[in-house]
């Protein structure tokens, strides 16, 4: 077996398993999930784990989420190919390029420039074309390139910053873990036509927290 066509194998043992825990459900979303190949996401030393159930440290004491997580995250988000997306929390690179296989354009911000540099590389090896990732603190989004369609935050915020409301195009949509340093909730906010933002709960999640001036202080 050569090496691409065991991670191959890997990678649709992966999505099979997501599929039964019901994690997925979206066809394009299990399409990407079987074509992004997340093992160039992760060190060397930590390939043959990339598939596996598990975070992964990453550098800068951060992670890759899980399958289930990123599955769960993308499902919620509801990405059409004509959206506009935000990502806040690029780490690794592997949920942006899950959205860049999904979305018409998408904008992620790192607050760790070494994180950023990496998961740009990544997407030029990989031909991702329509991503553009930079490095600052993105909890107050990225207002030049407003408004979005979609605004996906990877990391846990206290409350919902308050300028990322505003980023939103009308019949917006984000997804945000919400919370204590430690545990959060996912929330689902949708921006009616109207201009009314409509909060659902989506169940528990436990990300890193989001550093910065709409988040939690560093440490
Ligand atoms: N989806 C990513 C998740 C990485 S963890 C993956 O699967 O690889 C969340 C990331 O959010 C970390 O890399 C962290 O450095 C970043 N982050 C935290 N606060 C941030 C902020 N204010 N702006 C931009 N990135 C932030």
Sequence with gaps: MTDDSRQRDRRE???????RNGAVRDPRVVAALGKVPRHRFVAPNLIRDAYGRHALPIGEGQTISQPSVVARMTELLEVRDTDVVLEIGTG????????????????SL??????????????????????????????????EMAPFDRVLVTA????????????????????????????????????????????????????????????????
């Design 92 to 107: 690794s690179g592997y949920q942006t390029a899950i959205l860049a296989e999904l979305a018409r354009r998408v904008y």
């Design 156 to 219: 846990g915020a206290p409350a919902l910053p308050a300028p990322l409301a505003t980023q939103l195009a009308p019949g917006g949509r984000m997804v945000i873990p919400e919370g204590s340093r430690e545990e959060q909730s996912l929330a689902v906010y949708e921006l009616d036509a109207g201009g009314n933002l409509r909060r659902t709960d989506a169940g528990p999640a436990a990300f890193v927290p989001l550093v910065g001036d709409y988040g939690w202080e560093s440490g």
């Design 110 to 143: 790192e607050r760790f420039p070494s994180l950023a540099r990496r998961a740009i590389a990544r997407m030029r090896e990989l031909n991702v074309l329509n991503v553009k990732i930079q490095d600052f603190d993105g909890s107050g989004g990225w207002p």
């Design 13 to 19: 043992r992966m999505v099979a398993s997501l599929l």
